[in-house]
Nanobody, 125 residues
Framework: QVQLVESGGGLVQAGGSLRLSCAAS????????VGWFRQGPGKEREFVAA????????DFADSVKGRFTISRDNAKNTVYLQMNSLKPEDTADYYC??????????????????WGQGTQVTVSS
């Protein structure tokens, strides 16, 4: 089992950057694929990005491709989401999630076993 805690959210102007962190408990963090999802006001939760166990494979939603990067440091049990060129439509609660069974990072929520509580990102215009 793994517990996830997100941090790094906040208020930023359009065009700015933020780096979100997802810190995990447990000694086997490197055996988990990790994804980031977000839920904007009045919207359904959507996939943002994901990274494989060793960080070799990554996947991004079209809406963030070229602006966001995802990385992980298994020695620190942490996954990062670097968000650049932020837009007001990026405003959302951001959640990290862990998957223990996949090789490639999945995009579907139901494929993730563990979820964090979320961190809020607000992008002002």
């Amino acid at each position: 089992q793994v517990q996830l805690v997100e941090s790094g959210g906040g208020l930023v102007q359009a065009g700015g950057s933020l780096r979100l962190s997802c810190a995990a408990s447990g000694r086997t963090f490197s055996s988990y694929v990790v994804g980031w999802f977000r839920q904007g006001p009045g919207k359904e939760r959507e996939f943002v990005a994901a990274i494989s166990r060793r960080g070799i494979s990554t996947d991004f939603a079209d809406s963030v491709k070229g602006r966001f990067t995802i990385s992980r440091d298994n020695a620190k049990n942490t996954v990062y989401l670097q968000m650049n060129s932020l837009k007001p439509e990026d405003t959302a609660d951001y959640y990290c999630a862990a998957n223990s069974g996949s090789i490639l990072p999945p995009r579907l929520e139901y494929e993730y076993n563990y979820w964090g509580q979320g961190t809020q990102v607000t992008v002002s215009s």
